[in-house]
């Protein structure tokens, strides 16, 4: 017997129609490239998305084309996220942040029709250009005549009419791509269906999600090019929330400049970029006033418990640490403090808020180690399975990328963590970054953090280094806070009262900084290359 409900599909363009009809006066706003603050209402917004799906339908984009978008967080690029799937195509950000050769590769891989690129990210294109086949480029915020072969996208939206009977997508067509830039091998497409988005942004605006309202404003200093800005976009337009996006300007100053003069209320960025703001606020005693931040998402990379703790304790701002993937469009997990939590102590809360939390609805979680499936006892390391509506179920034409999915049906993430009776998930490692002393995993996460509570450590980062004795040892790559001093003997006697004895480092090595991937994450590979020779003490 079936139930006798509509197959009503679930599109991004519900999701448009719905901010289009019920939020129309809503602001958005952006800062452009020369510093200035743009906006406009939602019912602009909408009008010219439509434009967009007009322009492209006009130049031959066909359903299934992918138009690929290199721009940073603002209104051209929010009506690219809904004016391309609106008219059937796939919208495909690509990491501006990435070589040239690297961009190539994923644009002929994904075989981009059609794209969108920022004025002030032209060089970076020109270098790419000649490597690939785009027939149609588009420039937005031109500021002086495009150069023969470009089409300028403010002319274009002007002259076009908006598009207004577009028929819905089927729900499992594609609808976005992003290219996952691993550190081994050739970047991995990921192709979300209108599906697995709409799910997700239902997921994401529960309050065990990031629980968006209509009442927040909502700034993503997460790019747009990095896993959909982590559905913030799509979410803030579906509940009808004030959107604000930061343009090219992700330094402290300008940010705090933004929250301050938007009256931002929620925000999502990486640990590094959070360090930075306290940096900045300690150094401005008392100059800013960020209260009316009610959550900030901190993702990408795990972040130290001292930064939850300073932010809370010197500002009153609440971080909540998220964990996701690409693959998941990509929420997975969110540290929401469990009720049963309420009465515990300062210490025990932060120690929880630090962890990654449990999983959305609909993301089921298990980990394997190398006997099977680990119990859920907050002890044992195992990698991370997920299956749901909003992971991918293989990559675009990766057919050797199969080994990441199981045969039963779960996305194997590669990072190490353990499981809590609640299902309380902790990062440890991804898998290549774990340290295996003497038969015994080390979680190299774990210690970093912890080391990134020193008062006089500025960043940490652990990786694997060769010990006669114990096959690997820990080795900690330290940067010192300006003018700050530690030595090794007081960095481990720091870490003594957390960690077994057979976890502390004996190794550290200071240096100037850390280098990072195009997501500003930690760049262990190249960490364990320059380390590749060394040989731990004994
Ligand atoms: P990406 O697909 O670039 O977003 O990277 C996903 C990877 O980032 C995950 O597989 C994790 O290794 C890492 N990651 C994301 N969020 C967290 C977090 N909260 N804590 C630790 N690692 C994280």
């Known amino acids: 017997m079936n139930g006798l409900m509509m197959d009503f599909p679930l599109t991004l363009s519900a999701i448009f129609r719905r901010a289009e009809s019920i939020f129309r006066r809503q602001e958005i706003v952006w800062r452009n490239a020369d510093r200035s603050i743009s906006r406009y209402t939602c019912a602009d917004f909408a009008a010219r998305a439509r434009r967009l799906a007009a ?21 051209p690029h929010l009506e690219a996220y809904f004016g391309i799937p609106l008219m059937g195509a796939v919208l495909h950000t690509l990491n501006l942040r990435l070589h040239p050769d690297e961009l190539a590769y994923i ?5 981009d029709r059609a794209i969108l690129v920022d004025e002030s990210l032209l060089p970076l294109w020109e270098q790419v250009k000649p490597k690939v086949n785009v027939p149609i480029v588009i420039v937005i915020g031109a500021t002086k005549p495009v150069a023969d072969g470009y089409l300028e996208y403010e002319a274009l ?7 207004l009977d577009l028929p819905d997508p089927d729900e499992r067509a594609a609808a976005a791509m992003c290219y996952t830039t691993g550190t081994t091998g050739n970047p991995k497409g990921v192709m979300y269906s209108h599906r697995a988005l709409t799910l997700h942004t239902f997921g994401l605006l529960l309050d065990a999600g990031m629980g968006l309202r209509e009442n927040d404003t909502v700034l993503p200093v997460v790019p747009m090019f990095h896993a959909n800005a982590w559905g913030m976009p799509f979410g803030a337009i579906m509940v009808g929330a004030k959107f604000v996006m930061p343009g090219p300007y992700l330094d402290p100053a300008s940010l705090v400049d933004l929250f301050i003069r938007e009256r931002v209320t929620l925000t999502g960025g990486v640990p590094t970029i ?19 931040i009610r959550a900030m998402y901190v993702g990408g990379s795990a972040v130290p418990q001292a930064l939850i703790e300073a932010f809370e304790k010197r500002y009153g701002l609440r971080i909540l640490h998220a964990w996701g993937m690409t693959e998941l469009a990509p929420l997975g997990t969110v540290s929401h403090l469990p009720p049963a939590l309420d009465d515990a102590s300062d210490a025990v809360k932060f120690a929880y808020r630090a962890k990654q939390g ?20 907050g002890k044992t390391m195992g990698e991370l399975e997920v299956r749901g509506p909003w992971v991918a179920s293989s990559y675009y034409n990766r057919d050797d990328a199969a080994d990441r999915f199981t045969d039963d049906g779960w996305f194997r993430t590669g990072d190490i963590a353990t499981i809590d009776e609640d299902a309380t998930i902790q990062i440890q490692d991804r898998s290549k970054d774990l340290i ?4 015994e995993w080390i979680s190299s996460v774990a210690l970093e953090c912890a080391l990134m509570g020193h008062p006089a450590v500025a960043e940490a980062a652990v990786i694997p280094v060769t010990s006669a004795k114990w096959i690997e040892r820990p080795l900690a790559a330290v940067v010192l806070k300006p003018g700050a001093s530690a030595t090794p003997q007081e960095l481990k006697a720091f870490l003594a009262p957390q960690f077994a004895k057979f976890w502390l480092p004996d190794d550290y090595a200071f240096v100037a900084a850390i280098p990072r991937t195009s997501a500003g994450k930690f760049k262990k590979s190249e960490l364990r290359d320059q380390f590749k020779d060394y040989q731990a003490a004994e």
């Open 55 to 75: 322009v492209l339908l006009d130049l031959g984009v066909a359903r299934g084309d992918r138009v690929a978008t290199l721009a940073w967080n603002h209104g």
């Open 107 to 111: 644009v002929n891989h994904a075989d």
């Open 157 to 163: 939206i002007a002259k076009a009419q908006p598009a």
């Open 274 to 292: 959070w360090m930075g703001v306290l940096q900045y606020l300690d150094a401005n005693p008392g100059k800013f006033d960020l209260s009316l």
């Open 358 to 377: 449990r999983p959305s609805p609909f993301v089921e979680i298990r980990a394997r180690g190398e006997d099977g499936l680990v119990p859920w006892d």
């Open 436 to 439: 295996k002393s003497g038969g």
